[in-house]
Every structure is written in C-alpha cells, then in structure tokens.
Nanobody, 122 residues
Framework: QVQLVESGGGSVQAGGSLRLSCAASYSFYCMGWFRQGPGKEREKVAAISIDGSIAYTDSVKGRFTISRDNGENTAYLQMDSLKPDDTAMYYC???????????????????WGQGTQVTVSS
C-alpha cells in the first residue's frame, strides 16, 4: 500500500524555523508540499522532481527549501523566517508520473499524506 507520512509540524514564534518530513513507501517522480490555512484554499508551496527540479510559490521563496533523499524516498521542507501567514495544515503529495514542478497543481498529485499542522504566532 502506497503511503505518505508527514512529520515535523508544530508551533513556533514568528521568525522561527521548522522542518517537515514526508516519508514515502514508493519512489515517486514528483513530490510536493501544499498548505491550507484557516478560511483559505489549498495552495502549492513547493515541488521537487526526482531529478532535482524545484519550484516554489512566490510567498515562500528565499524562506523555504524543499529537498529530497531519493535513497530514503523522503522529501523535506525546511521553513525559515516563518510568519503568522504561514500558519496552515501542510500536506505532502506525490505522483508516480513525470511532471513539471512549475505547472503541477493539486490534480497532478494522486497520493496525499494526512497533513501536519504548522502554527506561527506573532
């Protein structure tokens, strides 16, 4: 059974850091992080392909870093300089198929984790 298991969420003050992990039971071509804040639609945060192509949404560029360990089938999201607006449930997503990390949307990803909460206080 294919699984994605997120970990690393929590509560932090503005300016702090958190590192999210997504352990997969399969070697996916593309992996991504999405988030859904209170009263907001789910949005793509970052995506990474198995060959290392990366894309970020503008609001996190320079603050968040996505990476992956292909040998461990694990993706990471290092979040620095966190802001209260980053408060959201963060979801890991993955697809077995070739994808464009820039053009990928929610519909691109067929596998989803259960989510991990990130809360940033001011």
């Amino acid at each position: 059974q294919v699984q994605l298991v997120e970990s690393g969420g929590g509560s932090v003050q503005a300016g702090g850091s958190l590192r999210l992990s997504c352990a997969a039971s399969y070697s996916f071509y593309c992996m991504g992080w999405f988030r859904q804040g209170p009263g907001k639609e789910r949005e793509k945060v970052a995506a990474i392909s198995i060959d290392g192509s990366i894309a970020y949404t503008d609001s996190v560029k320079g603050r968040f870093t996505i990476s992956r360990d292909n040998g461990e089938n694990t993706a990471y999201l290092q979040m620095d300089s966190l802001k209260p607006d980053d408060t959201a449930m963060y979801y890991c997503a993955a697809t077995k198929w070739v994808c464009s990390v820039v053009d990928a949307t929610q519909a691109t990803f067929g596998y989803w984790g259960q989510g991990t909460q990130v809360t940033v206080s001011s």
